[in-house]
């Protein structure tokens, strides 16, 4: 047995494979298929404040090696994951990163400081680069200052450890991220999806009521790896490689640039135990070559 | 036998392409543990060798179930037009059984099933069910033309069925909602499936007369297990529901028919360009 555990900042995982935000539900879905808690850690649907119904339909549709989706942030709100989705998770012994979302730093403070009164957050998952949602999201997330605001205040709401969402859309990730980092994040985790269109030709209209949608699955891994690969030069606090990951192998191509977790999204529709499959993958190629998991981070790179 | 009473992800042989027509097929899988899905239910299918493209499942009625499963497929896109070319012993992923069933018959009350093309799959995975319990229902099945009829006489073995075409090709010259007009009666209890139009049209009908109506609706949806919520449904009475975990089949006066641009009966007429 090879060691897979990776450290992001104080918090231990006890495999680099986590689940994606908004690919994974609230962690409650899977009973039918695994145990969740063997892997390193899930990433929560997104939550406000408040709960949201989120879009009207169509919300989602295929494109090459990818899929569109314009989901709105449909949740139940923190109130109602504190008190019917939390205990569940933390019986059963689950690595919580819980995603929050507002439209305001005064809203993300307070969804922070309700978290903090809960045992059982191993940490918190900014999304300031949500694509399609009016308000908030993508706006904060493409602004390093503004990034750097939410963070910082954030920061002072809760001890929990603080990772933020980058956008793909902001001009320069990098400035984004280091401010991030300036302003006491813990961890980065590159990326969210690219916004994207589809129009239906018959129709003569866009396939989704909100237009243009978040780009994910394999269509997007190149540009995710290559933004893990160029973040990890430019930041010291640990990055979770997010776009498009498959496989095991996928998985480890964002270890090998620079990642120190990754979260498996969009792979989750297609197969639910796709998280466990992968994390198991991972330990096979380690132990195959006599490595532990924390040996391939960043070794790809010159 | 063991049966399969929950939700699983299982790789599975084509046993049988059997196509009728260019556009309709019916896919026979060998699942030797068997799979115990009941009629309304779905499941998650994708080619186990397509690779990265098509990517995601699509979410099929079960036609039967048991050690050999099948689904009725209608050519639309990329994925259904490779399960169209597929070959015996090619493998599957099978992701299932999803979603609930349609609600069982009431005493009293005679069930009607309207199908409209390619919505015949969970109604004849239900007729049959409710003939072996000695239970013949009435059946209304139409199609734009008589290529968009299959399975009828499979159905018709069961059933007391009423086709209709649009083109008047065979049966009923017209819609299946005019024959419905025509001969629902008070103690019906009416089960449908189709385009979203027809079934829009069922629930008015359905409504006016007082008539319990089920609809079985169909959605694109991404993971079909309630996770990526690409499938909301508006509702009357609670918002958003979900089509994979709260339907597919519904109480008809529970849609929301026509509520936002995007409802189910809504799906929009091409836009028009100007000469």
């Known amino acids: 047995m090879t060691d897979q555990a990776v450290s992001v900042g104080s918090l231990t995982l006890k495999n680099p494979i986590l689940t994606a935000s908004g690919c994974f539900g609230y962690g409650l879905e899977y009973d039918d298929f695994y145990d969740v808690a063997t892997l390193g850690g899930i990433c929560t649907k997104g939550l406000s404040l408040h709960p949201r119904l989120g879009n009207a339909p169509e919300r989602i549709c295929e494109t090459p090696a990818g899929m569109l989706n314009a989901i709105g942030l449909a949740n139940v709100g923190v109130e109602v994951f504190c008190a019917e989705k939390l205990p569940k998770l933390r019986a059963r012994g689950v690595t919580v990163i819980a995603n929050i979302f507002a439209s305001s730093v005064e809203d993300f403070v307070a969804i922070a400081e309700r978290l903090d009164a809960e045992s059982g957050v191993a940490a918190i998952e900014l999304n300031v680069s949500c694509p399609n949602v009016k308000e908030g999201g993508i706006e904060f997330g493409k602004d390093p200052l503004m990034s750097a605001r939410v963070t910082e205040a954030v920061r002072k709401a809760t001890r929990i450890p603080l990772w933020v969402k980058m956008s793909p859309e902001a001009g320069d990730i990098a400035a984004v991220a280091k401010a991030c980092e300036a302003a006491g994040a813990d961890a980065v985790t590159a990326i969210n999806t690219i916004r994207g269109l589809s129009i239906d030709s018959e129709l003569r209209r866009a396939r989704l009521a909100n237009s243009t949608g978040g780009l994910s699955g394999p269509a997007l891994r190149p540009i995710a790896l290559r933004i893990v690969w160029e973040l990890a030069g430019k930041v010291s606090i640990p990055i979770i490689g997010i776009g498009g990951i498959f496989t095991a192998r996928d998985a480890i191509e964002f270890l090998l640039a620079g990642a120190t977790a990754v979260q498996v999204g969009t792979a989750n529709f297609s197969d639910p135990a796709a998280a466990k499959k992968i994390a198991d993958g991972v330990r096979e190629y380690c132990e195959t070559r006599g490595l532990a998991a924390k040996d391939l981070i960043g070794i790809a790179r010159p | ?275």
């Not at chain 2, 699942?31 to 239910?41: C, D, L, N, R, S």
């Open chain 2, 1 to 275: 036998m063991t049966v399969l009473s929950r939700r699983e992800l299982i790789t599975a042989t084509l046993l049988q392409r059997e196509s009728i027509g260019e556009q309709y097929h019916v896919l026979t899988f060998d699942v030797p543990k068997g799979i115990a899905a009941e009629p309304g239910q779905f499941t998650m299918l994708r080619g186990a060798e397509w690779g990265e493209a098509p990517l995601l499942p699509r979410p099929m009625s079960y036609l039967t179930a048991g050690t050999t499963p099948s689904v009725l497929i209608k050519v639309a896109g990329e994925g259904t037009i490779r399960m169209a070319r597929s070959t015996p012993g090619e493998p599957f992923t099978l992701l299932g059984p999803l979603g609930n069933t349609w609600r069982p018959p009431a005493q009293g009350r005679r069930p009607v099933l309207v199908a409209g093309g390619v919505g015949i799959a969970p109604l004849l995975f239900f007729a049959r069910r409710l003939h072996e319990t000695g239970i013949r229902p009435l059946a209304i099945y139409g199609g734009r033309t008589t290529r968009d009829l299959p399975l009828d006489d499979e159905l018709s073995e069961i059933a007391d069925v009423t086709l209709a075409t649009e083109d008047g090709s065979r049966g009923h010259h017209g819609r299946v909602t005019d024959v419905l007009a025509k001969m629902l009666s008070e103690d019906a209890l009416v089960y449908t499936c189709g385009p979203d139009r027809m079934m829009a049209k069922i629930a008015e009908l359905c409504a006016e007369r007082d008539v319990p109506c089920e609809v079985s609706l169909e959605t694109p949806m991404a993971c079909g297990y309630g996770v990526c919520l690409g499938c909301p449904v508006p509702t009357t009475d609670a918002g958003y529901i979900y089509a994979c975990t709260q339907g597919p089949c519904i109480d008809a006066r529970r849609v929301a028919w026509g509520k936002g641009e995007h409802a189910p009966h809504k799906r929009p007429e091409p836009k028009r360009i100007a000469p």
